[in-house]
């Protein structure tokens, strides 16, 4: 079964690590659909019926982005704001999410250190507000892959990477 990656990039342009994640993605068109929410919505006014029916074609959908200021970058929580809405998502009728496998695909400017206990907040106890958005849908999260230090990529360290993330997800 295909699987959804949902990226939010601002400036994939003038991205590394993302546009190199999805490059490699597409090597594999019939295992992954790349959807970017900048290169569809640039208003971020999200057509949410059209994002609904997109999702409920899914089994796993995996969300990849840059993490901004410790968290999501704001496009993807105003997406989850408008398109995981009562009656589809969660509350009364709402199971279009229940069941799917969700996971994060994240890099960060930061490097590992500073992710790490007992100093630093790991990048996945940062996400926990999404990955719980998720759970209470009813989905499993499945697995966060995580590049650091994306500013200063070593070109090894990032091709062993990318091959992670595809067998991971
Ligand atoms: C608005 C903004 C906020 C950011 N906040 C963080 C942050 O809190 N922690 C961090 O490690 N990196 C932060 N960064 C750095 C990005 O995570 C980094 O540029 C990105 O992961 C690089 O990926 P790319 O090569 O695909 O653009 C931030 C960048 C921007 C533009």
Sequence with gaps: M???????HPNIEASTINKKWIENLQK????????????????LDFDIAKEQALIEQYDEIIFQFPLHWFSTPYALKKYIDDVFTYGWAFGEGGDKI??????L?????????VYKAPNGIPVKELLNDVILVFKFCGAEFTDLHTLYGAHNPDENALEANTKVYAATF
């Design 105 to 113: 695909a994240v890099s960060t400017g930061g490097d590992e250190e």
């Design 98 to 103: 229940q069941g799917k496998k969700i996971g």
């Design 2 to 8: 295909k699987k959804l990656v949902i990226v939010t």
């Design 28 to 43: 594999n068109p019939e295992k992954y659909t790349i959807h970017s929410l900048y290169g569809e919505y640039s208003s």
